[in-house]
């Protein structure tokens, strides 16, 4: 049966041989070795000096902002960064990660990826004020956030449910746009820096191809949704990208539950597709003011001129 070990400062650990590993913090691990620990490479001796003395089958030094070192007995040693947080209390930090540790050997998770949850758990754990319980949704959510690269920002109606939810846990205000987005242009950018300086996390939602096409018609869109996702995705003021196939972004609405619904455009308040699902719970609507003469459809009939000639003279 494993045995997972969170030491007592200064005490004795002979009485923690056998054990399978044990989760010495920074100064529990300097007392235990008298060895100071300024480096990656000072928690690595450390720990190759705990396995060998007790038996462990790896030790997992907690080096708090920078993160977890797993050692094993022969040497070998793997740091696992966190990321920098605003820390409110270390209270329950070292439990969160004993118990995410424990978590997961019991469901059979290889010894890195527990210490990767467990520096999740322990992170999210003090931006909390005294113990507090860390929910599997809030691990997914931070999870996703932590990932890098435009891809990321691309995300299901599901997976965004998660991120709003831990958003507005952290009291950030959500504003929510939609539209085709077919050939990204000026007037698109500009409304969407305009939505972003409404709130804290803008999520954009783009028509599917399918949706585009019962829209606009059969020769749209110009670039698939694919495409499209990724392109507002690169955009620094847009934080989320989901693409849906409905014909009105009630769904997402419903389920996100943004602070504000905005749209771009000449539209009254009470003409904005979805208004009456946010004022219901008590969200903003707002319209953004609007670069005049721009439009994809304006770029396509520019183009079809421009071609104009060459067809003829062909």
């Given at each position: 049966m494993p045995v997972i070990v969170d030491p007592i400062r200064g005490g004795n650990y002979e009485q923690y041989r056998g054990a399978t590993t044990m989760t010495p913090n920074r100064l529990e691990t300097e007392l235990a070795t008298g060895r100071r620990i300024t480096t990656p490479e000072d928690a690595a001796?450390?720990?190759?000096?705990?396995?060998?003395?007790?038996?462990?089958?790896?030790?997992?030094?907690?080096?708090?902002?920078?993160?977890?070192?797993?050692?094993?007995?022969?040497?070998?040693?793997?740091?696992?960064?966190?990321?920098?947080?605003?820390?409110?209390?270390?209270?329950?930090?070292?439990?969160?990660?004993?118990?995410?540790?424990?978590?997961?050997?019991?469901?059979?998770?290889?010894?890195?990826?527990?210490?990767?949850?467990?520096?999740?758990?322990?992170?999210?754990?003090?931006?909390?004020?005294?113990?507090?319980?860390?929910?599997?949704?809030?691990?997914?959510?931070?999870?996703?956030?932590?990932?890098?690269?435009?891809g990321v920002k691309v995300v299901t109606l599901d997976q965004m449910e998660l991120l709003a939810r831990s958003h507005r846990q952290q009291g950030r205000k959500i504003v929510f746009t939609n539209g085709c987005f077919d050939l990204l242009h000026v007037g698109h950018v500009s409304y969407l820096q305009e939505a972003a300086r409404l709130g804290d996390v803008l999520v954009v939602a783009a028509n599917s191809d399918a949706s585009v096409r019962r829209l606009k018609g059969p020769t749209r869109p110009v670039i698939g949704e694919s495409d499209r996702a990724r392109m507002l995705a690169a955009l620094a003021c847009v934080d989320h990208v989901l693409v849906f196939d409905e014909d009105t972004p009630h769904e997402m609405l419903h389920r996100i539950r943004p602070d504000v619904l905005v749209k771009g455009g000449t539209y009254a308040l009470d003409e904005v597709v979805g208004h009456e699902v946010v004022t219901a719970y008590g969200g903003e609507v707002c319209v953004t003011s609007v670069i005049g003469g721009v439009s994809t459809t304006k770029i396509l009939d520019s183009v079809a001129r421009r071609n104009e000639p060459s067809r003829r003279s062909a």
């Open positions: 001796h450390c720990g190759r000096e705990l396995c060998r003395r007790l038996g462990l089958q790896h030790a997992i030094i907690t080096l708090d902002r920078d993160g977890m070192t797993v050692v094993e007995p022969d040497g070998r040693w793997e740091l696992f960064p966190t990321r920098a947080r605003a820390v409110y209390d270390i209270t329950g930090a070292g439990d969160m990660v004993l118990a995410t540790i424990g978590v997961c050997y019991a469901a059979g998770t290889s010894v890195p990826d527990a210490v990767r949850l467990a520096n999740v758990a322990a992170g999210l754990e003090v931006e909390k004020v005294g113990v507090a319980v860390v929910s599997l949704d809030e691990m997914r959510c931070e999870l996703l956030a932590d990932g890098h690269g435009d």
